[in-house]
């Protein structure tokens, strides 16, 4: 859970945004959500993507603070800190089966 603190801690400031608990879970349908509180929920799979990959959902779900949707605005806010976020979302829906079949580890 570190790890997605710690980046979640990085990013934030840069999007002008603060947040509160941080949870990784074993999401099955979600890589990751906001609630209007500002906990952040995440797979503990994103911990196996690359780190450009992770560091977009933490930036994707940190600018629902900023835009508690899936708006142009929202889509704006993204790409300020993550420009190639399309390559990225490419990515999960490529190789996320095999990241969802992965066992936790102990």
């Not at 906990?39 to 911990?47: D, G, P």
């Not at 690359?50 to 708006?71: C, F, G, K, T, W």
Request: charged share 25%; proline share 5%; net charge positive.
């Amino acid at each position: 859970m570190s790890l997605f603190r710690s980046r979640a801690e990085y990013w934030a400031p840069y999007l002008g945004v603060t947040f509160n608990r941080v949870s990784v879970k074993d999401q099955r349908t979600l890589w990751g959500s906001c609630t209007r509180e500002g906990n952040l929920n995440f797979s503990w799979r994103l911990a196996l993507a690359p780190d450009p990959v992770l560091d977009y959902l933490i930036v994707h779900e940190l600018s629902h603070r900023a835009q508690m949707n899936h708006s142009r605005r929202f889509w704006e806010v993204v790409e300020t800190l993550c420009p190639g976020h399309r390559s990225h979302r490419r990515w999960l829906r490529k190789n996320g089966r095999a990241l969802h079949t992965a066992k936790r580890p102990s």
